[in-house]
């Protein structure tokens, strides 16, 4: 097992946010969770990344107990978040948002590889290299946080609401990158609102309501459950 939530608990002062959430995420899996807005989704990946403490539960990763590290030291560890609305930094050049991605590495030699076999992946990124991020599309930023996100070499890749805000064919790039991603070896958990994108790229999948797991199962099993398609896929 890559990563193991067991049993997670997190308030936001009285607030509760999460309550009592166990997910698991095998080597080499897409995983989804999906919910409503204010479900807690983007919460757990906060969460996950040590960007928030949880009050209760375990958060295991590669079988060791990773609550309370410092985010960096999670980074490092193997775990990468690209967060909601992409948050890139549109002051610096794309390629400065990439060479932030691989902060914790100190192979130069690596990174450059890296950095050029992104700029292939993503060829907008190469034909832009040296343009400040905040000129970029919406679109064009998604695919600059992801593959910032991929400079660290990460096992397992956190990824909230990536199809947010974005053009159709856009999104279809978009899951097109996310399923070469894992077809690399890279584990993803996926947080959406799109629930049908969500479901058909994923192994597996829990659905999140009011900080709760509702229901899990297969993609295939979610994406053909009466309630899951009256509810979060509109048939």
């Not at 050049?93 to 192979?107: K, Q, T």
């Not at 190469?126 to 998604?142: D, T, V």
Request: charge should be negative; glycine fraction near 10%.
């Amino acid at each position: 097992m890559l990563l193991s939530v067991e049993n997670l608990w997190v308030f936001y002062g009285p607030i509760e946010a999460i309550h009592d959430v166990s997910i698991q995420v095998d080597q080499g899996e897409i995983v989804s969770i999906v919910g409503h807005n204010g479900a807690g989704k983007s919460t757990l990946l906060k969460t996950i990344s040590c960007l928030l403490k949880p009050t209760a539960g375990q958060i295991k990763y590669n079988d060791g107990v990773i609550n309370g590290t410092d985010p960096d030291k999670v980074v490092s560890a193997g775990i990468s978040h690209v967060p909601e609305g992409r948050q890139v930094f549109a002051s610096l050049s794309v390629y400065d948002n990439l060479m932030a991605g691989a902060y914790s590495r100190g192979d130069a030699d690596g990174v450059k590889r890296d950095i050029d076999m992104y700029c292939q992946r993503f060829p907008i990124l190469g034909e832009r290299l040296h343009q400040r991020a905040g000129y970029l599309s919406g679109g064009e930023q998604q695919m600059l946080a992801i593959a910032r996100a991929l400079m660290s070499r990460p096992k397992i890749l956190l990824l909230d609401e990536p199809s947010l805000g974005l053009a159709p064919v856009v999104v279809n790039e978009v899951y097109r990158i996310i399923e070469e991603i894992r077809k690399d070896g890279t584990s993803i958990l996926l947080v959406e609102q799109n629930a049908n994108r969500a479901l058909n790229v994923s192994d597996r999948a829990y659905v999140l309501a009011s900080g709760q797991i509702e229901l899990s199962g297969t993609g295939k099993e979610m994406a053909e459950n009466d309630d899951v398609r009256k509810v979060y896929l509109g048939v």
